[in-house]
């Protein structure tokens, strides 16, 4: 068996297409397949527009795939493609070749063991494993992710979790809308306005999903997301769910210990000096300085200290079983803290009781986490899901790239997409 027999074997070619030239070149260390269709070919090829007889019009000029290296000598096969034209219509069209993958430049295995890569590694890093540009790789993932997104089927969607992400801190933010049930990314847009939610609807229709078979829309409490949904999707009811609660409370202890540390006082600058990481722990989290410190703290009346338990108290109200107790504690909860915040000078706590007029205003929304709340998992693990996506995206920051990261790290879509 030649050399040119044996990769037309192992390329699986068929009858239409023969291996002619295989070379290696030292200096470049490169394997070179030259490929050529046969005669046979053209009994095969129809009109892309018709279905019309075709023959042979003429060749491209050498084109160059990559494909997956031969005993780790990078691998590259060349063809001049044929171009057909049509005996009925006339038009001339390019052969697409069997090996090509979505991206001009690569075989399909290259793209599959390329995606394969990029599950594990940023794209930086893909570049420099295999030898690409990482513009070339981004093109190709982008190709992919289009091509799989286009097919997806958002058919059974009925839950769903809205949240905003960061693209860049402080500014710039994405709305990324999540299947519950599936756990899955379905859509991600710029911004965080209620008019995300129309363009998510839209979306959700172009895959055979409906917009009033969505029963549960999962979101943070601001005013936005609530309007998107009463403008959009009748059937659906808003919960907020216990992750949102818990970070609204965690940033109200830190404005508390904010607005302490400004006022001053004897001792509390020293008490509370870069403190902030012990409020956002549970008790049963910190390390033995800490609670230490924490009990320190404590014994000084320290306001922090006071909204720190107040968090608690709350957070602890998401153990019991039935929504019915829980509405009667949240109410609890709401006077006791406008009640305690009476004992102390100028508003200190101030952010707690804000906190806990926002809870009477939407008690609703926060008791249906008792019905709903086992599907909400997925958006509190979707924050490290888009660190991790950052970090695969390093040094591509464009909205474009993140959501094409996204979809590809949290879509599941079926790839590599043929
Ligand atoms: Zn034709």
New binding site residues.
């Given amino acids: 068996m030649t050399p040119e027999k044996l990769f037309h074997e192992l390329l699986g070619l068929g009858l239409n297409w023969e291996v002619i030239e295989s070379r290696f070149e030292r200096e470049s260390g490169t394997v070179y397949l030259e490929i050529r269709e046969t005669a046979k070919l053209w009994e095969l090829v129809r ?6 007889m ?1 023959f042979c019009y003429d060749h491209t000029e050498v084109l160059t795939w990559r494909h997956l290296n031969v005993f780790q000598h990078r691998c590259e096969i060349t063809c001049r493609l044929p171009r057909g034209k ?6 001339i069209f390019r052969v697409r070749p069997p090996w090509e993958g979505l991206s001009t430049h690569f075989t399909k295995e290259f793209e599959a063991f390329a995606l394969l890569l990029m599950r594990e590694m940023p794209m930086s890093k893909v570049a420099e494993a295999v030898g690409e540009t990482d513009t070339r790789l981004w093109r190709m993932l982008f190709r992919q992710v289009d091509a799989a997104y286009a097919e997806a089927d958002f058919s059974n969607v009925c839950c769903v979790g809205v949240d905003e992400l960061s693209v860049r801190k402080g500014h710039e933010y994405i709305s990324v809308f999540a299947d519950l049930v599936k756990k899955r990314v379905l859509f991600a847009t710029e911004g965080k306005g209620r008019e995300t939610w129309a363009k998510f609807v839209a979306a959700l229709e172009k895959h055979n999903g409906h917009r009033h078979a969505i029963t549960q829309a999962s979101m943070d409490m601001s005013p936005a997301y609530q309007r998107g949904v009463a403008d959009n999707c009748r059937n659906a009811q808003v919960v907020f769910d216990k992750f949102h609660v818990i970070k609204n409370a965690n940033a109200a202890v830190d404005k508390v210990r904010r607005a302490e540390v400004r006022l001053g006082g004897k001792g509390v600058w020293e008490a509370l000096y870069k403190s902030q990481w012990l409020w956002r722990k549970n008790p049963e989290h910190l390390t033995e300085p800490e609670q230490e410190r924490l009990a320190d703290i404590k014994n000084k009346q320290l306001a922090t200290a006071k909204a720190y338990q107040m968090r608690l108290v709350l957070q602890d109200i998401y153990r019991l079983p039935a929504a019915n107790s829980a509405r009667r504690r949240f109410q609890v909860w709401c006077r006791w803290v406008r009640w305690v915040a009476r004992f102390y000078k100028a508003s200190l706590l101030g952010s707690m009781v804000k906190l806990a007029q926002m809870i009477e205003r939407h008690l609703l929304g926060i008791l249906a986490h008792w019905k709903w709340g086992v599907t909400n998992a997925f958006m509190e693990g979707l924050n490290s899901v888009f660190s991790a996506t950052k970090r695969k995206a390093r040094g591509y920051r464009s909205t474009t790239h993140l959501i094409t990261m996204l979809y590809f790290t949290a879509g599941k879509l079926r790839l590599p997409h043929f």
């Fill in positions: 009109c892309p527009e018709e279905g019309g075709v049509c005996r009925q219509c006339g038009h």
